[in-house]
């Protein structure tokens, strides 16, 4: 089983649009955790962290449901620049490892 | 200031040669890891180094992988004996001293290695 699993997608929706993605996590370890964005052909960037108690950073909010273990990750007002593939990133609370989900495709329609 | 640079850009070899892959991670970051991305995958994580810490190597697919980290800084991935399959994005990223919440990773803009 996959530490890290993501809806591959593809969410295709218009601007203005909100949208929201989930990622399910397999390891109850699991104690840090983030969103990053990756471009077409360009390197991962950290989006954003996900905090417990849940956290926003303009459009985007992040929510963490450990009972549940997944995270998820909501944009508001979809911009064409917002289409990317967003990968979900999860850590345990032992070793060194970063889990990376293969990341969910989204394409902002004009 | 400068950020994690990867070089070459892109390697096109012959089946069965070795390549060298290089990283140079942010000043002043001490973690720095390897991943390799293949075409609509996940990253893979590959090795990762901690300060003067032994590396943590569980993530190489096989011994025709290794690396080395250089003075605690640059970074070398070496493949020996290339396949077909080890056609790849190879990426790399430094962090600060890992903590609790983890530090983001700064990634590099990547090798994409295509072994022919």
């Known amino acids: 089983r996959k530490e890290v699993e993501q809806d591959p997608g593809p969410f295709n929706v218009p601007e203005g649009a909100t949208v929201a993605f989930n990622c399910t996590y397999s390891?109850?370890?699991?104690?840090?955790f983030f969103w990053y964005r990756q471009d077409c052909r360009k390197e991962p960037k950290l989006l954003m962290s996900v905090y417990s108690s849940g956290n926003e950073d303009g459009r985007f909010t992040a929510q963490l449901n450990r009972a549940s273990q997944y995270i998820s990750l909501l944009i508001r007002d979809s911009k064409l620049s917002d289409s990317a593939t967003y990968l979900c990133?999860?850590?345990?609370?032992?070793?060194?490892?970063?889990?990376f989900g293969t990341g969910t495709s989204l394409t902002v329609i004009p | 200031g400068a950020g994690v640079s990867q070089s070459p850009s892109n390697k096109v070899t012959e089946k069965g040669k070795d390549v060298e892959l290089r990283c140079d991670p942010i000043s002043g970051h001490t973690a720095l890891y390897w991943y390799r991305q293949s075409l609509g995958q996940g990253l893979e994580f590959l090795i990762y180094f901690q300060g003067n810490s032994a590396p943590d190597k569980s993530g190489l697919p096989s011994d025709r992988f290794s690396a080395e980290r250089t003075g605690g800084s640059v970074s070398t991935l070496t493949i020996q004996r290339t396949q077909q399959e080890d056609s790849a994005v190879y990426l790399c990223?430094?962090?600060?001293?890992?903590?609790?919440?983890?530090?983001?990773?700064?990634f590099g803009p990547g090798t994409r290695l295509t072994v022919t």
């Open positions: 990133v999860v850590k345990l609370n032992t070793g060194n490892q970063f889990y």
């Open positions: 990223a430094s962090s600060l001293d890992l903590g609790t919440p983890a530090y983001e990773q700064y």
């Open positions: 390891n109850s370890a699991s104690q840090s």
